[in-house]
């Protein structure tokens, strides 16, 4: 598929076919993600490949909270795919690699960085995921897990405490497309309205 047809067709799948997803298709989505960058080559991500149907399960048991009445239709979608990703980003990696003598600082001080981008390099990695389930002819979504929801997904699947979730992706055969359905009915706002040329305004 062309890089334009890629990008054209991405957005947030959040209901899925009961097809099995290739596993050679799971491979080359996070082979390719360890393309993305990082700040001095830190590399400082995992992520968690879960896609079979026990962990999966887990998966959804460990970050949903409980509730007395049935899951909603978004969760009910959600669930239905048959792989999730969880992508974790590791701020240690980055404090460590930046105090290394190529890079000319002597401490490990987390104010120097302007932002924190052991997250943004990690979600970059995960756009690259969603990228490359397009392309492979698959449906994927973005979600948060519930800070409340942390420690049990921590439990569940024995993560270290220095690798922190930022989200977690569904994958799976998309169904049948609905149009434009919740946060995406509001529609993309114009180039002209976020490019700023110059100046800001311009």
């Given at each position: 598929m062309e890089f334009q047809e890629v990008v054209r067709r991405r957005r947030m799948v959040r209901s899925y076919a009961t097809t099995p997803v290739d596993?050679?298709?799971?491979?080359r989505m996070l082979g390719n993600a360890l393309r993305?960058?990082?700040a001095g080559f830190s590399q400082g991500w995992a992520f968690l490949r879960l896609d079979e149907p026990d962990d999966v399960e887990r998966f959804w048991t460990a970050t949903?909270?409980?509730v007395d009445r049935p899951p909603d239709s978004w969760l009910r979608g959600m669930r239905s795919a048959p792989v999730v990703i969880v992508a974790l980003s590791n701020k240690d990696a980055y404090l460590d690699r930046y105090a290394e003598p190529d890079k000319g600082w002597s401490d490990r001080d987390a104010d120097r960085w302007p932002v924190p981008y052991w997250h943004i390099d990690t979600g970059m990695?995960?756009?690259i995921i969603l990228q490359t389930a397009v392309d492979e002819g698959l449906g994927a979504c973005f979600f948060g897990i519930p800070?409340?929801?942390m420690g049990a997904f921590r439990d569940a699947f024995g993560v270290p405490a220095p690798y922190k979730p930022i989200g977690a992706i569904?994958?799976?055969h998309r169904t049948p497309d609905p149009g434009p359905v919740g946060s995406a009915g509001r529609g993309r706002r114009p180039v002209d309205e976020v490019v700023h040329?110059?100046?800001w305004g311009g």
């Open positions: 596993p050679a298709a799971v491979d993305a960058p990082s949903t909270p409980p990695a995960a756009l800070p409340q929801r569904t994958v799976g040329h110059g100046r």
